[in-house]
C-alpha cells in the first residue's frame, strides 16, 4: 500500500485518513480482546479436563465407566488444543510424537506421483528432477488396512538452482498419518456402531495394526472441531422445525458440586405436523 502525500490533502481529507485509521485501531483492539478472552477460556477448559483426567475424581470410576470418562476426555483435550492453536495462530511447541513403524506386511497403494503443473522455470530453462519426498499415510478400506504412499518429485532448474516441489494435499489432520477414510472408519465406529476406542483399539490390535486409544481420542477431537461448522447447521435446521423430538440420559456428574448431568439427543418430526 502506497503512503498517502499528507502535504497535499487539505483539512476534510485528513479528517477522514485519521477516522478511518482509528476504525482501524479499534477493530484491532477489539479483534485482541476476542483472542485474551477465547484463550483464557479455552486454558481454563483444558486446565479443568486436565484436572478431571489426572485427578482423584476418575478414581470415583472403575473398569468401564473409567475407560469412556478417560476417551471422552483426551477428545476434548485435542479438540481444545487445535482450537488454541488456531486462535493463536502459531501452533505451540509439543513434544514429538512416537510414531512406530507402518507394519511391513500391509498392502501399499502407489498414489500417482504428485509433481509440479510445470516444471519450466521462470527463466525459461527445463528443470530437472532430483529425487522426491516420500510420506505414508494409514488408510482403511472396510475390512482391512492399507498403507498409500504419496510421493512428491522435487524439480530444479541447474541454470538458477530454483527447487520446485507441488504442495502437500490438504489433510483433515496436518502431518498425521490417518487418511479421511480410516477417521470416518473411527468415528462410524465410535457413534454409529457403539464401539468405544478402547475396543476399536483391542479390533485393530488383532489385525496387527495397533493404534493407541489416547491417538485415536485425538483424533475425534480433531474432527469434531473440523466438522463444527456442519454440527452448527444441523442445529439451526433443527430449531426450524415445528416439532423437536428429544431423549435425555442421565450420566453421573465428574464434579461433586454438579447435582446432576445429562446427555440431550435431538431429531426432527419425520412425518408432516399441521401441514407442515
Known sequence: MAKPDFDAMNADELRQIAASLFNVVEAKETELKWKDLKISQLSHEMAILKR???????????????????ESIDEDLGAIEIELD?????????????????????????????????????CGCQMKRIGEDVSEKLDYVPGYFQVETHRRGKWVCETCETIVQKPVAPHVIDKGI???????????????????????????????????????????????????????????????????????????????????????????????????
Open 52 to 70: 478431571w483426567r489426572f485427578g482423584r475424581a476418575t478414581e470415583a470410576f472403575h473398569g468401564l465407566q473409567r475407560s469412556l470418562l478417560e
Open 86 to 122: 488456531a486462535v493463536l495462530g502459531t501452533p505451540r511447541p509439543k513434544k514429538a510424537p512416537v510414531r512406530t513403524r507402518l507394519e511391513i506386511d500391509l498392502p501399499r497403494v502407489e498414489i500417482p506421483p504428485h509433481e509440479p503443473d510445470s516444471t519450466v522455470c521462470q
Open 178 to 276: 490417518p487418511t479421511a477414510g480410516l477417521l470416518a472408519q473411527v468415528l462410524i465406529a465410535k457413534y454409529a456402531d457403539h464401539q468405544p476406542l478402547y475396543r476399536q483399539e483391542e479390533i485393530y490390535g488383532r489385525t496387527g495394526v495397533p493404534i493407541p486409544r489416547s491417538t485415536m481420542a485425538e483424533w475425534v477431537g480433531a474432527c469434531g472441531v473440523k466438522l463444527q461448522p456442519l454440527g452448527d447447521e444441523l442445529r439451526n435446521l433443527l430449531l426450524k422445525r415445528a416439532v423437536l423430538h428429544a431423549d435425555e440420559t442421565p450420566i453421573p456428574p465428574p464434579r461433586r458440586r454438579v447435582t446432576d448431568g445429562r446427555i440431550v439427543a435431538g431429531r426432527r418430526q419425520s412425518s408432516p405436523v399441521g401441514g407442515r
